[in-house]
């Protein structure tokens, strides 16, 4: 069965940066994508972009551009995401999800989510 | 961007009742939309892609219409399970935008 594991939570200073792993197994990591979405505390979703685990093209969301950077690793089936320069408003769970990117698709299986804190 | 607006932002419903949330886009995306549900703590589970595609598992009570800029999702007979809160997504463009949520509440 398809699952997507999450690192665990972190806390962070403002300024600092964090990297947060999302191991996929139960399909072929390479035929599909990685989305990575983020939800602060008692709001909505939003899109931080999305990176092709076929040959790491890569999309971001405007506002996070130069401060996001998305990798995947096919040795290990592990995508990550690292986000840098951290803000107080940057404290969110970040999801990650599967992405079929040769098509327009809604991302369909998710990870269970990592909380991070930015605090000084 | 592509904004998506839900409407209502919440929703007083008894189990048996039947509701509709409705979703619009600020400009046309075909019917690239999916509606997902989701519970306190968890991740969002998807339960209708391109619109109307009811995703596998998802009980036959959850239906989606619509296109072009408005979108339905409807469940038929609401159950104890389905209190939560409910998201569109928008795919035709990125980035990928969402609604801002429609919560679901017991009267």
């Known amino acids: 069965q398809v699952q997507l594991v999450q690192s665990g939570a972190e806390v962070k200073k403002p300024g600092a940066s964090v990297k947060v792993s999302c191991k996929a197994s139960?399909?072929?990591?390479?035929?599909?994508?990685i989305s990575w979405v983020r939800q602060a505390p008692g709001q909505g979703l939003e899109w931080m972009g999305w990176i092709s685990a076929y040959n790491g093209n890569t999309n971001y969301a405007q506002k996070l551009q130069g401060r996001v950077t998305m990798t995947t690793d096919t040795s290990t089936s592990t995508a990550y995401m690292e986000l840098r320069s951290l803000r107080s408003d940057d404290t969110a769970v970040y999801y990650c999800?599967?992405?079929?990117?040769?098509?327009?698709?809604?991302?369909?299986?998710w990870g269970q989510g990592t909380l991070v804190t930015v605090s000084s | 961007d592509i904004q998506m607006t839900q409407s209502p932002s919440t929703l007083s419903a008894s189990v048996g009742d039947r509701v509709t949330i409705t979703c619009r886009a600020s400009?046309?995306?075909?019917?690239?939309l999916a509606w997902y549900q989701q519970k306190p703590g968890k991740a969002p589970k998807l339960l209708i892609y391109?619109?109307?595609n009811l995703e596998s598992g998802v009980p036959s009570t959850f239906s989606g219409s619509g296109s072009g800029t408005e979108f339905t999702l409807t469940i038929s007979s609401l159950q104890p399970d389905d209190f939560a809160t409910y998201y569109c997504?928008?795919?035709?463009?990125?980035?990928?935008?969402f609604g801002q949520g429609t919560k679901l509440d017991i009267k």
């Open positions: 999800a599967r992405l079929i990117v040769v098509v327009p698709a809604a991302p369909d299986y």
């Open positions: 139960g399909y072929t990591f390479t035929s599909y994508g």
């Open positions: 400009q046309s995306i075909s019917r690239w």
């Open positions: 391109t619109a109307s």
């Open positions: 997504q928008q795919y035709q463009n990125y980035p990928y935008t």
